[in-house]
């Protein structure tokens, strides 16, 4: 991985950071859509950019200054996240056409590029290509003027708004169906591998930074640090399904496969099934928030300590999301380590199942239970697979399964 590619991975702390504070500001079911929805846009602009970085040297020339412009557009864009729906009060530019002007502009430059990657693509091939970013764009800048210009009616907006940015998100995402047809590669298995580890890492951090961040303005109390003790438990036991032997598997089977199979793997199951894992973090993430905003009323009102029904389906969904977004992402790409597939789902289904007493636990009570069920998730998958895990990471270590060059 090139440092160009590493500075515009780290704009997406703050991206994801927005998204959360998005859903925080609004946090109904409305309001956790529509920062889904931002999220899609922001993973399918990140996930573009990872095709272009595996296919391009981004080291040098043209592609490192042009890669260096779009990180600064897209934190541009990612700083607009929180007004892609509503304009701040007394801002001078329309949030929602920022952000939708960024998108375009992001999309613009990568056209631009993959022409200069492939100079001998069909003029056919290359409206293809171009054909789903500029009808979303044109669905996008729609929603920042039509649903005001039809009614009046806040509701109706607000549902119209919501309706033309679905309609962006799948156009945006059917661009991989016609992938293949450009004629794409995965040139180093290794760095996809890589780069996608890379960006749940950051996901993971950002949920932590998030908790971090809204607890600087809190006293310090047994509970706030039971509460970030318990955050970083969570975050780790997720990050140790992901990368303790799962990765290691799926880079194993890139590197194995022919470039046609690659390509639909690395479609399927690092485009479009990291995007639920890296949405479940997010969930996690504004979860986190609500845990301790009551602390902090708990400590300043005495306000009820119980997390509400939605608070909760976020910290238990998302932590089970992402669970059974990996495994999902797991079965599309590898056939080894089977074991672990129905402890993770039985996990992720008792979670959903322990929401209702959990309603009845204090939040941080609440929280220490999903860290208990994380753990001994961990702790299940170690026991199980033991001899497969060993025998993967002692390949991994010998270096038995990547003969590729950098």
């Not at 399918?44 to 950019?49: E, G, K, L, N, R």
Request: aromatic residues 8%; contains cysteine.
């Amino acid at each position: 991985m090139t440092s160009v590619e590493l500075f515009f991975d780290l704009v997406f702390v703050l991206a994801f950071i927005q998204v959360v504070e998005l859903m925080d500001d609004d946090f109904t079911g409305h309001g956790v859509l529509n920062g889904m929805l931002a999220l899609a846009l922001l993973w399918s602009t990140w996930s573009i950019y990872a095709w272009l970085g595996n296919s391009l040297q981004a080291r040098v020339g043209l592609i490192r200054i042009a890669l260096l412009f779009v990180t600064v557009v897209t934190l541009v864009m990612a700083v607009a996240v929180r007004q892609a729906f509503t304009d701040l009060r007394g801002a001078a530019l329309s949030g929602p056409v920022v952000f939708v002007a960024c998108f375009v502009v992001v999309r613009l430059v990568h056209l631009a590029l993959r022409w200069y990657a492939l100079p001998d693509t069909r003029p056919r091939d290359l409206l293809l290509i171009a054909a789903p970013p500029f009808v979303a764009s044109a669905l996008l800048l729609a929603a920042t003027v039509v649903p005001q210009r039809l009614s009046d009616d806040p509701w109706l907006v607000e549902a119209g708004q919501t309706g033309l940015w679905m309609l962006a998100v799948i156009v945006d995402y059917g661009r991989a169906l016609v992938m293949r047809s450009w004629g794409w590669h995965i040139i180093s298995a290794r760095h996809w591998a890589e780069r996608h580890g890379l960006i749940v890492l950051v996901a993971l951090g950002e949920s932590l930074i998030a908790v971090g961040l809204t607890s600087s303005s809190v006293p310090m109390t047994g509970p706030l640090i039971a509460a970030l003790v318990f955050a970083v438990v969570i975050a780790a036991a997720l990050g140790w399904t992901y990368f303790d032997v799962v990765a290691i598997a799926a880079e194993r089977t890139l590197i194995q496969n022919p470039d046609q199979r690659r390509v639909a793997y690395a479609r399927d199951a690092y485009s479009y099934l990291h995007l639920p894992m890296i949405a479940g973090i997010m969930l996690f993430a504004v979860g986190l928030h609500k845990v301790v905003t009551i602390i902090k009323a708990n400590e300043l009102h005495h306000s009820p300590a119980q997390l509400g029904s939605l608070a909760l389906y976020a910290l238990y969904g998302g932590a089970a999301l992402f669970l059974v977004s990996h495994v999902g992402f797991q079965l599309r790409i590898t056939r080894l380590l089977k074991r672990v597939v129905w402890p993770r789902l039985i996990t992720a289904a008792l979670l959903v199942a322990l929401v209702p007493a959990a309603g009845q636990l204090s939040a941080v009570v609440a929280l220490g239970l999903l860290a208990a069920v994380c753990v001994s998730l961990v702790v299940t998958e170690i026991l199980v697979a033991s001899g497969q895990r060993q025998e993967l990471r002692e390949a991994a270590l010998a270096g038995g399964f990547r003969p590729e060059g950098p």
